[in-house]
């Protein structure tokens, strides 16, 4: 059975490309950079492996095959779907990750029965695809799978029970919430999902099961959704479709995506996405480099630091980082350059919370490159030269952000009328005005042993936050942020110019 990333890879494209009944078509992978669609952030980048299959789904372009494989780079960064704020945190999320999918085109006119002898398939064959996959080729236990369902999703249901034989308490019954896919965009396809979650009990300590309940015992690894809407306003092949209404698909087609570093932590048995072999790699490659001059004393070994959420920062952080930068989207403050900036700022950060103060982050890419797909790597080894320069340049001027900032903070603090704590406003001007994160204003507080009004600052944080959001629906309705950023500097007096002034420059 397969083991390494590498050889599930292998293992996924072979299963689905030399199916007898079902030989599906295997693509390569789309650019990270999705055409994107004006008014959502979100879709500036691919974060699934649909993305750049959707006009198939529509029906707005014929698919040449009624199936598609594909081992889709995504990421999820930015926008709605940002899992930026989860890495480091949770053991199963990245901003970069790999998406192994199946694919099936209810629109596929069947030019050539002879190469595909059944047409396109749907609820029932995509659940026996799959779970094929995963307890024969895979050779996972099924009696550590389990699956939702959509409420009302009889049909799922009885595949599941009925055909696959999952008893029925491991059939579970969940909401909209969980359970209908939708990019929640106009004119995205959509429909019912049913997913497969694997059970962590094993290895899960008893009190995070006490404290943390379902989400921590049960890891989700795929997810089938079944196509059968699209999300008006745009035709679907039926007349016009009303704005936020659903329209039934001229033909229903099947789309799953399952995290390629989960399936490999299930197979590896590992607790982490980040032990398993190519991430553990990134890991252990910045443990080293920690050591080499970081704060950690020799005394922490390399495995514990590798396993510490900063080091998981920075390793998930420099493999977006190669892939965005191998695509030419360079730090800049507007755009998807924007998602490039801030997530190496982040990786900085991290970097200086663990001690490194040089730029750093050059001396991984090659690691990353050398951990990454088979069929990618001569890509990414091509794109090394420029990258580390690129990251080396970011790196300086982000380290000069920084010094301004610690700068004015000292100065702030040797005020004649300084009251001894450093108060909720200045704190948020360093963030607002400085781009320095509130996190990193309480270390530096700490280090000085000066208190600081940390909850009054995250309040106003809180509330410029919500200023944000309604730039970002006023930038959906009047056509774009900038017109949305002209009309709110036009509110007069008052209206929080500095704070608008940090959805263009600044991050958090
Ligand atoms: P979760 O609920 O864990 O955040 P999701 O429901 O947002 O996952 P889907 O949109 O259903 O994820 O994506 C399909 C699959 O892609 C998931 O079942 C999971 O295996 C994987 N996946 C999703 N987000 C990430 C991520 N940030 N990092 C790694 N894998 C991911
Ligand atoms: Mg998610
Ligand atoms: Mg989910
Ligand atoms: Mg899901």
């Known amino acids: 059975a397969p083991r390494s990333v590498e050889e599930l890879r292998q293992a996924f494209t072979g299963f689905f490309s030399r199916h007898a009944s079902f030989p599906h078509q295997a693509l390569d992978s789309a650019p990270l950079a999705a055409p994107g669609i004006a008014g959502d952030d979100s879709l500036l980048f691919t974060a699934a492996g649909m993305a750049p299959l959707k006009d ?9 095959w009624p199936y598609a494989t594909s081992i889709q780079r995504c ?4 926008g709605k779907n940002s899992d930026l704020d989860n890495v480091g945190h949770t053991p199963r999320h990245h901003t970069f990750f790999e998406m192994l999918g199946n694919f099936s085109f209810g629109r596929f006119a069947g030019a050539s029965p002879g190469a595909w002898p059944h047409g396109p398939y749907f609820k029932r064959e995509a659940c026996q695809l799959a779970w094929t996959f995963l307890t024969e080729e895979v050779g996972l236990p099924a009696d550590r799978l389990m699956v939702t369902v959509l ?3 009889e049909d799922t249901r009885a595949v599941w029970r009925d055909v696959i034989g999952v008893p029925d308490d491991r059939i579970r019954f969940r909401d909209r919430d969980d359970n209908f896919w939708s990019t929640g965009v106009s004119g995205g396809p959509c429909g019912p999902c049913t997913e497969i979650h694997w059970d962590l009990a094993e290895m899960t300590p008893q009190h995070l099961l006490a404290s943390e309940g379902e989400d921590a015992r049960w890891l989700e690894i795929w997810n089938l959704v079944f196509m059968q809407y699209v999300l008006g306003p745009e035709p679907a092949g039926r007349g016009p479709v009303r704005p936020g209404e659903f329209a039934p698909l001229a033909a229903p087609c099947v789309d799953t995506g399952m995290g390629l570093e989960r399936l490999a ?3 590896q048995g590992v607790a982490s996405n980040f032990d398993t072999d190519e991430l553990r790699a990134i890991c252990l490659a910045t443990a080293d480099l920690v050591r080499g001059d970081g704060l950690a004393g020799s005394s922490t070994s390399s495995d514990d630091l590798a396993a510490s959420p900063l080091v998981r920062v920075i390793a998930d952080h420099s493999r977006a980082l190669l892939q965005l930068l191998s695509e030419s989207i360079l730090p800049s403050n507007i755009g998807r350059g924007y998602i490039t900036r801030r997530i190496a700022r982040r990786a900085v950060l991290a970097g200086r919370q663990l001690g490194l103060q040089r730029p750093f982050l050059a001396e991984l ?30 790196e300086r001027a982000f380290a000069e952000v920084l010094d301004r900032a610690v700068r004015t903070l000292d100065a702030h603090l040797r005020q004649p009328g300084f009251t001894g704590t450093l108060g909720a406003e200045a704190i948020f001007r360093l963030y607002d005005t400085h781009g320095l994160p509130i996190d990193t204003t309480a270390d530096l507080c700490r280090e000085r042993g000066i208190p600081a009004d940390l909850d009054g600052a995250q309040a106003l944080l809180a509330e410029s936050r919500l200023a944000n959001r309604q730039l970002h629906l006023a930038a959906d309705a009047a056509g774009g942020v900038d017109s949305a950023v002209a009309t709110a500097a036009g509110a007069g007096p008052g209206s929080g110019l500095p704070r608008l002034g940090s959805v263009l420059k600044g991050w958090a």
């Open 265 to 267: 932590s299930v197979v």
């Open 56 to 64: 198939y789904f529509l029906g707005s372009k014929s698919p040449p």
């Open 75 to 78: 990421l999820r960064a930015g």
């Open 365 to 394: 890419l090659p690691v990353v490159a050398r951990s990454s797909a088979a069929a990618d790597r001569a890509r990414l080894a091509a794109a090394l030269p420029a990258a580390s320069a690129i990251i080396t340049m970011e």
């Open 151 to 153: 409420h009302g999703d």
